[in-house]
């Protein structure tokens, strides 16, 4: 066992056993050598959930369905929404709003990927993993849902941000995983965001999405609207 995890107090390292038996159960990882790993990696999940914390006053949520029920409940008009999407894969969150907004029919949403799979190598996964060779999910999208199919730095463009002039919420949820594209979008994005803009970040653990979120809050004042160990919603003020 690391050091870091025999330095936790017994309060600590007992939440972190029992989170660590949920995700050992779900995946299916039976050997004790991996028990380790995903202790590790969950205190460095806990480090990063109490520095948000510290900053904020919020629940923490299990599961990031939770977060975005929360950033939905936290919307007044739920008629009026602009969703863009930064990395779709195989499509679960936008299934999961386009559920939620079915009866919505002034929603607009934007999908950005381009069902390659990964650029690069990420985390522990080769480049092309996600591979959907180039073909969007197989959703019935309403007439303004739409999926934009190629790179974010190319379909995210001047040209592109006609299409931000609405005035309903606005929600950017950051799912590309890799720094590079990611911080392609935020950079076109800080100088443009207003008011109760929602921004989602899905991998809040990895430290190029942390940086963006401290980043924008050196710039934009905001609250935290719901988080997961992994990932977080905020408003913009």
Same mark, same amino acid.
């Given at each position: 066992?690391?050091?870091?995890?025999?330095?936790?107090?017994? $309060?600590?390292?007992?939440?972190?056993? *029992?989170?660590?038996?949920?995700?050992?159960?779900?995946?299916?990882?039976?050997?004790?050598?991996?028990?380790?790993?995903?202790?590790?990696?969950?205190?460095?999940?806990?480090?990063?959930s109490n520095?948000?914390?510290?900053?904020?006053?919020?629940?923490?949520?299990? *599961?990031?369905e939770r977060v975005w029920k929360d950033m939905l409940n936290s919307i007044e008009n739920q008629n009026n929404i602009l969703i863009l999407e930064f990395g779709v894969a195989d499509g679960y969150a936008t299934s999961w709003w386009l559920k939620q907004l079915s009866c919505s029919s002034d929603s607009r949403y934007f999908g950005f990927d381009t069902f390659k799979g990964l650029e690069t190598n990420w985390r522990k996964l080769e480049s092309g993993t996600f591979n959907k060779n180039g073909l969007p999910p197989d959703l019935k999208l309403p007439k303004n849902w739409k999926f934009v199919i190629g790179d974010v730095r190319q379909e995210f463009d001047d040209k592109f941000m006609k299409n931000l002039d609405f005035d309903g919420v606005r929600i950017f949820m950051f799912d590309l995983d890799l720094a590079e594209p990611s911080k392609y979008v935020f950079d076109k994005i800080i100088n443009r965001l207003r008011k109760n803009d929602i921004l989602y970040?899905?991998?809040?653990?990895?430290?190029?999405?942390?940086?963006?979120?401290?980043?924008?809050?050196?710039? *934009?004042?905001? $609250?935290?609207?719901?988080t997961t160990f992994t990932n977080a919603a905020f408003r913009i003020l």
């Open positions: 066992m690391s050091a870091e995890i025999k330095r936790l107090d017994s $309060n600590k390292v007992h939440i972190l056993k *029992r989170l660590a038996g949920i995700i050992w159960f779900r995946i299916g990882l039976f050997a004790p050598e991996f028990l380790e790993t995903i202790l590790r990696d969950l205190w460095e999940v806990t480090r990063l520095e948000l914390r510290g900053k904020f006053s919020v629940k923490v949520r299990v *599961r990031r970040f899905d991998e809040l653990k990895d430290e190029s999405e942390f940086q963006l979120l401290i980043e924008l809050m050196r710039v *934009r004042k905001c $609250n935290l609207i719901s």
